[in-house]
């Protein structure tokens, strides 16, 4: 039986870094870089909501990094520490220690790709509930905000969209994909890639940023309302895999690219003398970086189809509290 | 029908002093003062197993924030930044606004008393789930820690113990408080009081810090094995409510007292000849600071009753996975 400060100490203390002080005092201590401030933002996992009860503990512990560091991708932050509160049911806690030791083992495999330090948290018992906080430095008035669109921007987006959701829609059983399907779209749901280093980059080259955790359409929507401006976007220059290809333009299929959510790649405007430079920082780091459309005055997103006629959806996108 | 940026936008904007960015864009923005570090430490409420699922809503929303404000102060740092996630049920969310209108309410009602700045969180729909995140400033390498404790340090404690889990008894029908004695008790469980002040005011008097949730003889035992010390104490030197005096020395007051828990009060150890100091500072925040016994050689931890044998105790505090 692990009491609280065994379960802390087993699967969640390791060597920090860059802290003046990590797990094991009533706070944690940091200290941030003279020129910087400190981007800082939380995210929670619920079982049930967010993940399948029965997800792989290892994938979960994974995503739940992957997320946050997502948050910092979208500042162009450099993601540093990280808080860990885990609410966990008694049987995860005491009876079954391959899923903690599992959920942990993802979760620091990730951060530590990221050079991201756990430096505190909370454990305690109650329905499964994962809730993440990361700091990270970022260069003085240099965050990359939703409000900087200006009319004449591109909008870019990185990756491949969509995918996530399919595999999802299979999973509860919505839609069937192949067996091949399936396995090419899982690590989109399950491991995706926090756009970290893509973000940084854009310092200086984008105008606005945002990561789409709720859906293409409403997380440039919340780029259009900050910054007060349009956007008109082509959906067929939306980037998406063989599998998304292949279901286009049934509606579900067009629901799962616009709206589906959970993509975790990031979506950004920058003038269109940045181009080349764009092209080449994607070049440089093997990721996708799409032009899917133009940013304009006024307020309303337009999605065009191939035809160049406007696409009405119905939901734009991921809402916790209608879905 | 609330979504969840209405939730957001409604009850838990506010206008921010001292954030460069706060709710809205993926993460928050601050810059900390030049000299300092910053402390930071994150504290879950669950329902059912921190507080009773009927609570009032207004004083769970104070104490949520209490007990983190709790952890800066038990640091010596100055709470400036909080964020807030809270995973909702349905009805909650959505049928009782007065419920969400209360909750925050209490949360301002003590953020505003500290001048902290509620600058992000997450709203999610699940099982009644309370992660605040919260922080603080404190002086460049003179935070208070649970490491520092010295043989030959006095041990002091603020306020009153054990009133609290007094009054916790009576709600679980476990003992019977008089009406006037509940009434008497209630304020400690419901709006604890954060020693902020006094956190920052022992930089420089305390060799060490702790502050007292799961109850002084677990959370002392933490500053003794961080330090490498011993303690003893005389039970009948810690400052107690009427209340608690009545039902002493009876088992399950001496329990509630010594392993009770809830307290948020700090416990830190100090150099006798800062005495005299540590008495005017009692004086000047009209805080009760009482020594309660002395650090030593060694690791044990004994509590002596008033004849000087030593108290037995089965529990020494609160395990999330344990009670």
């Not at 606005?208 to 956007?231: N, P, R």
Request: hydrophobic share 40%; charged share 20%; proline share 5%.
């Amino acid at each position: 039986m692990y009491s609280e400060f065994d379960l802390i100490r087993h699967y969640f203390i390791r060597p920090t870094t860059g802290t003046v002080l990590g797990i094991g005092d009533d706070a944690a201590l940091i200290a941030a870089a003279g020129e910087s401030e400190l981007a800082i933002s939380t995210d929670t996992l619920v079982a049930g909501k967010h993940f399948l009860a029965d997800t792989d503990p290892r994938s979960l512990g994974y995503k739940s990094l992957a997320v946050n560091l997502s948050d910092m991708a979208a500042m162009g932050a450099k993601p540093r520490w990280a808080l860990l509160s885990l609410t966990l049911p008694n049987h995860l806690a005491q009876e079954n220690t391959a899923w903690l030791s599992a959920f942990s083992e993802g979760f620091f495999e990730l951060a530590q790709q990221h050079q991201v330090d756990l430096i505190g948290g909370d454990t305690t018992c109650g329905p499964l509930n994962i809730c993440i906080q990361i700091i990270g430095e970022v260069p003085k008035k240099k965050a990359l905000r939703r409000s900087g669109a200006k009319p004449g921007d591109d909008i870019w987006i990185s990756g491949f969209l969509g995918d996530a959701a399919l595999v999802l829609a299979h999973q509860q059983q919505r839609q069937v994909l192949e067996t091949s399907e399936v396995t090419q779209c899982l690590p989109a749901l399950y491991t995706p890639k926090a756009r970290v280093e893509l973000g940084q980059r854009l310092i200086g080259l984008a105008h606005s940023a945002i990561d789409i955790s709720d859906g293409l359409m409403a997380d440039l929507g919340h780029i259009l309302e900050y910054s007060q401006v349009s956007a008109t976007i082509q959906m067929n220059a939306i980037a998406c895999s063989t599998v998304m290809q292949k279901y286009l333009p049934q509606p579900w299929a067009i629901r799962c690219l616009l709206a589906g959510g959970d993509d975790y790649e990031l979506c950004f405007t920058a003038p269109p003398e940045n181009r080349k430079e764009i092209d080449m920082l994607s070049h440089e780091l093997s990721i996708s970086l799409t032009r899917i459309g133009k940013i304009g005055p006024g307020k309303d997103l337009i999605v065009k189809d191939r035809q160049g006629k406007p696409i009405i959806m119905e939901s734009k996108g991921y809402d916790h509290f209608h879905s």
